[in-house]
């Protein structure tokens, strides 16, 4: 299934209002190679810029509508998560082989990546016109281990 580019660009303008993120300029880029996640976004908070990536190629996610509203959540969570990530270094240094460092960052970017998904569950109920889940990431683990 691939994901429409008309339809991308109405979930980005209408979610971009409810997240109050008008006042920054986000693109989007659909990701036409094999590719692990779903989505992505990159960021310059200097300048307020973000781009969407969307994977377009073999997309995991189902429910576009979900995956804008991921990503522009993670925009809306940019400041506290620099803030954290830079608090991780300043503590542990940037030795990713320290077994420290190591442990915290993955706890911190874990809690990160769960609380920005239960915020988009929490919108996807509320306001979203596609209220059903993607559960592309956790089919496929489900198929790989039984061989399909």
């Known amino acids: 299934m691939k994901f429409n580019e008309n339809d991308l660009k109405e ?27 779903s989505g992505d976004v990159k960021i310059n908070s200097e300048d307020k810029k973000a781009i969407l990536l969307i994977n377009n190629f073999n997309p995991k996610a189902t429910n576009l509508e979900e995956l804008v509203i991921h990503e522009l959540l993670h ?19 940037k030795d990713m082989q320290d077994s420290k460092l190591n442990f915290v960052y993955t706890q911190f970017m874990k809690l990160l990546e769960n609380t920005t998904e239960d915020l988009t569950k929490g919108y996807v109920t509320l306001g979203a016109k596609n209220k059903e889940l993607s559960f592309g990431k956790l089919k496929k683990e489900v198929d790989e281990e039984v061989g399909i």
């Open 11 to 37: 979930l980005l303008s209408e979610w971009q209002d409810v997240l109050r993120l008008r006042d920054w300029d986000i693109q989007y880029e659909f990701v036409e190679k094999d590719w692990r996640k």
């Open 75 to 93: 925009i809306k969570l940019w400041g506290m998560d620099q803030m954290i990530e830079e608090l991780i270094y300043e503590v542990f240094g």
